[in-house]
């Protein structure tokens, strides 16, 4: 007997369907510690950044400013070419191996954001030199740093893509085999 299109679960019904309790706590502590980095983050802002002020200058406005631009930005950048490699390269792999991959982009992100989190605490903390040396230090030094990042990233995505093609082959499958009954 076919099943007409009213009768068929919709494709989120039966995702859904398909996710066991445990999953389902997963994604509701996933969702949870997001929500707490961001009350976190925007309190932090709020409460030490805004009231602060500087030589006269109201620098609550400024660094308040700095920070929904710098949130924003990392809106964009989570969307950058690498990430997204890296992020389906994982999840291929799993889809692969048979097993779930649907926390892939909220442990890269958190990994990720650990690395930049500690580096700006590293920066905050004293080690501002670096950066002071890179503007006094003249164009060489800023112009060999962004060739470097450059040159990082792009040898990254070529890695990623030489990976993805080795994978490709057998790509036609999604999710484990199951043998015909």
Known sequence: MKQTAAARPS??????????GQEWASIGGMAVFILLLHVAGWGVLAGVTAPGSAHGIPAGAFGVGLGIAAYTLGL?????ADHIAAIDNI???????GRR????????SLGHSSIVFAMCALLAAGIRNLADTATAGGMELHSLMGLLGTTVSGIFL???GIVNLGVLPGDHQVGPTHAPR
């Open 91 to 97: 999840t291929r792999k799993l889809c692969n191996d």
């Open 158 to 160: 070529y890695i990623i």
């Open 11 to 20: 494709r989120m019904e039966g995702f859904r369907r398909g996710l066991s």
């Open 76 to 80: 964009r950048h989570a969307f950058d």
């Open 101 to 108: 991959r649907m926390s892939v982009g909220f442990w890269f």
